[in-house]
């Protein structure tokens, strides 16, 4: 479904990217990784859409750091052989990328979109907006080095769009929050403009708030499926999988379904400017390891009992604190792991079998 006319422009390509490929394979050419099935990837290139195996090198190098892991919206270079198999012979440098907290008893990441401009998150304005997970996404968003943004899908279902808005910026600080529908199509001329003729969109959002819907809007077709649920609760049509979608006019969307859960990964640069309000207001604290929760001359409570500071945004910002901290020390034991491991490999193999002495 992709427009036979599309250059690697259109997707993001420049000079830099450019200049990175060159250190790679001579015979390869670049492309962008639209979508990831079981280790084969769809990758947008000069001559079309291509599924690429991974090569040796790639392998190597996921091996020792899963990270690496081609994901959408990767920039890679792929080889074609000559006995037939094309593969993706390296992922370039992500410049932005959202990754998120994998299952509970690790501390690896997982990418789920790279290379992005602007991140969207979409939150529906029926029923209201969780204001706490909207502040949970945006510190995704920020911490992925794109402009953050919140799109405020299904304006049409309520009266009051104007009011839950204001309340969606006080929690949005520095973000552009755009209500949208793709109902009437107010604010979908917004999104384009603020992707351009180059620029990425991913966005980020649970089920059923309109991502796939936003993104046939931008699209101007049919190429998500929707959700639709049948009367009997049955025949839910909701993909999972995350795409890169070009867009006519140049630009792309990147849908990520099928997110329910978000934990947070490294966060701090992420909390600190989802939270700029609170951040300023802890700089003023007696105690600079103040916890903001019953010392004297905090800042951060004299605001609260002011009104100047929401409750609900302060045990927010204090609950992905407390989260970010905990994934903090739990890479640290990681790295702890790592080395002792590596010691003990090195101690092996210095502790060579001695021969017994008589
Ligand atoms: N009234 C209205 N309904 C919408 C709008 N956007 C999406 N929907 C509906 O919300 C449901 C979920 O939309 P979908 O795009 O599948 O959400 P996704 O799970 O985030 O991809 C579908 O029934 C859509 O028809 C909108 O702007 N207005
Ligand atoms: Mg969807
Ligand atoms: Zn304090």
Redo the contacts with the bound molecule.
């Keep these: 479904m992709t427009a036979p006319t599309i250059t690697l422009q259109q997707l993001g390509w420049d000079d830099a990217w450019r200049r990175q490929a060159s250190a790679y394979a001579e015979d390869g050419v670049p492309g962008r990784v639209a979508r990831v099935d079981r280790g084969i990837c769809s990758v947008l290139t000069q001559e079309g859409v291509v599924r690429a195996s991974w090569g040796a090198e790639l392998l190597d190098a996921v091996g020792a750091d899963p990270v690496l892991t081609p994901c959408t919206g990767d920039w890679g270079i792929v080889k074609h052989w000559p006995d037939g198999p094309t593969t993706v012979e390296a992922v370039l440098p992500r410049r932005t990328s959202v990754v998120r907290a994998t299952a509970v008893g690790t501390s690896v990441g997982q990418v789920l979109a790279a290379n992005l401009d602007v991140v969207a998150v979409?939150a529906a304005l029926h029923p209201e907006p969780n204001l706490s997970r909207i502040e949970r996404l945006l510190t995704l968003a920020w911490q992925s080095g794109a402009r953050p943004m919140v799109t405020l899908?299904?304006a049409?279902?309520v009266g009051d769009a104007d009011l839950v808005a204001e309340d969606v910026r006080a929690a949005a600080p520095g973000a552009e929050v755009v209500r949208c529908?793709?109902?009437t199509g107010a604010g979908i001329d917004f999104v384009r403009r603020a992707i351009g003729p180059h620029g990425t969109l991913a966005l980020l959002?649970a089920?059923?708030?309109?991502?796939?819907?936003l993104t046939n809007a931008l699209v101007g077709a049919e190429v998500l499926t929707?959700?639709?649920i049948r009367a009997d609760g049955k025949g839910r049509h909701?993909s999972v999988r995350r795409e890169l979608l070009p867009l006519p006019g140049g630009g792309c969307v990147i849908d990520t379904?099928g997110l329910r859960g978000v934990g947070l990964q490294q966060a701090d640069s992420g909390l600190a400017a989802a939270f700029p309000d609170v951040v300023a207001l802890a700089a003023a604290c007696r105690f600079t390891d103040c916890t903001h929760q019953h010392e004297p001359e905090c800042a951060v409570l004299r605001a609260v009992e002011t009104g100047e500071l929401g409750v609900r945004r302060l045990e927010s910002w204090l609950r992905l604190q407390r989260e970010a901290d905990w994934m903090a020390t739990r890479s640290d034991a990681r790295l702890r792991a790592e080395q002792h491991e590596k010691w003990k490999q090195l101690s092996k193999q210095h502790r060579t079998p001695r021969r017994a002495h008589p």
Excluded at 207 to 213: E, Q, R, Y
């Design positions: 979409v899908t299904k049409d279902l529908s793709t109902v959002g089920s059923g708030h309109g991502k796939s819907s929707v959700r639709a909701t379904p």
